[in-house]
């Protein structure tokens, strides 16, 4: 019997994964900076210290790693503030669980204020028990800190609890780390689909489609 459930939020609850595809690149930019051509691939499993760490590090920056992050931070905050929308079927599959009693965290890489913000906002946050930022956890999702945190918040052992993921390092460390995972199609990462429908006990198109999951989630 599921006992929580554990959710990323960009490019699984949330559409926000063109953003954060552009949002190293819209910050060198606005440095005078030209970015590599893969710079979104290379950031994507960072946390936001990791990623400013990275471009120091590489463009040479004259400004200090906080300073960075706090840089990239407000490139993206207003899109989390205003315009970040669920993905079709996120906030009716969210209701389900809360109606079957099924505790719920939300982990992500992105700061608090934004995550607040873009839940708060579309209505899903007073739905979740606990969220955990990585940045305050202090590892990054090649890690499982922030799952294993999400279950002892919801009181939940790691093999009785569902983490839904869009990204493939982030399905296999909650994997490894003995949880229940369920892979989720974003465009994004669209190339890793085939390794994340292997990665995952489950698979979802969308959260308009969740037949495959309906026996775990009541039996």
């Known amino acids: 019997m599921i006992q929580g459930a554990i959710f990323d939020m960009d490019g699984t609850l949330l559409d926000t994964m063109p953003l954060w595809d552009r949002a190293g690149a819209l910050y060198l930019s606005g440095l005078g900076v030209e970015a590599e051509e893969d710079l979104g691939k290379r950031l994507f499993p960072m946390t936001t210290a990791e990623a400013a760490a990275y471009l120091q590090s590489t463009y040479r920056l004259p400004l200090s790693i906080p300073a960075i992050a706090e840089g990239i931070h407000r490139t993206v905050e207003g899109f989390y503030l205003h315009d970040a929308p669920l993905k079709p079927g996120v906030s009716a599959f969210l209701h389900r ?37 990585a940045d305050e956890v202090g590892r990054g999702k090649d890690q499982p800190d922030i799952y294993l945190k999400a279950a002892e918040a919801l009181g939940s052992a790691p093999a009785r609890t569902l983490v839904f993921e869009d990204a493939l390092h982030a399905l296999c460390t909650a994997r490894a780390a003995g949880f229940c995972t369920v892979g989720v199609y974003d465009d994004a990462s669209r190339d890793e689909q085939t390794a994340l429908r292997r990665a995952g006990a489950y698979y979802l198109t969308s959260f308009t489609e969740v037949s495959s999951l309906a026996s775990e989630l009541t039996r």
């Open 97 to 133: 669980l809360h109606a079957l009693g099924i505790p719920m965290a939300v982990a992500t890489v992105t700061e608090r204020d934004c995550t607040a913000a873009a839940l708060k906002r579309t209505g899903v946050l007073p739905l979740f028990k606990a969220v955990f930022t």
